[in-house]
């Protein structure tokens, strides 16, 4: 069996996505089963630290009254309000100190699923001489999607951790690990 630890290595990197309190059980904008993507990327950020692998953490962070938000005319309820508690990171994961904070839908006019969008993420990636990821996080089917497709496009080697993951719905899960597919993702299982 391979290691995650025989798996990434330089050149990598590993990218988390929102994995904050308020998309799992008991948060605002809660994801079947969410909670279970931390012990699984806990491993993950192990082997990164042991092989001196970057680490890369998006946080969705909205302002009060978001344009996101349903009271908008958005799609979802109030989620991840700045300095909120349910926009912390989920107290399990064991983010290091050395891990880099991407912060997303902070815009007014605009939402940002992609970790991509408008951060500067893939030239960042570029400098640092980073030309895989490996990626987990939440949601399956909103902004794990869209920063998959995103770093498709952008050039990089991109694998879905399937069981880092989890949708908001078995069908958008199904529909949306069809189009990471077709832009060229892989999918990996860890162990
Ligand atoms: C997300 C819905 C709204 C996500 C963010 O992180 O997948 N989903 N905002
Ligand atoms: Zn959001």
């Known amino acids: 069996m391979t290691t995650i630890e025989e798996l990434i290595k330089r050149g990598d990197a590993l990218i988390i996505v929102d994995v904050q309190k308020d998309f799992c059980p008991g948060g605002a904008l809660p994801i079947p089963d969410g909670e279970t993507v931390v ?3 806990n491993k993950w950020i192990d ?3 042991a092989r ?3 680490i890369y953490a998006s946080r969705d962070w909205h302002p009060v009254g978001h344009m ?3 009271e908008r005319g958005g799609l979802w309820p109030p ?3 700045q300095d909120s ?3 912390r990171f989920h107290p399990d994961l064991n983010l290091p100190g050395g891990s880099i904070k991407i912060t997303n839908g902070v815009r007014f006019d605009k939402d940002q699923y992609s970790a991509f969008d408008d951060t500067g993420l893939a030239e960042e990636l570029r400098r640092e001489g980073i030309h895989r990821l490996w990626v ?3 949601a399956e089917d909103v902004c794990v999607l869209a920063t998959i497709l995103d770093g498709c496009r952008e050039g990089f080697e991109v694998t879905l ?3 880092a993951t989890r949708p908001i719905t078995p069908e958008g899960g199904e529909s949306a690990r069809k189009k990471m597919q077709d832009a060229g993702a892989r999918v990996i299982q860890t162990g």
């Open 85 to 87: 508690d349910g926009a």
């Open 136 to 138: 987990g996080g939440l």
């Open 47 to 49: 082997a990164a630290v």
């Open 52 to 54: 001196n692998v970057p």
């Open 79 to 81: 989620h991840c309000i």
């Open 39 to 41: 012990p699984v990327l």
């Open 161 to 163: 951790i399937t069981d």
């Open 68 to 70: 996101s938000f349903k």
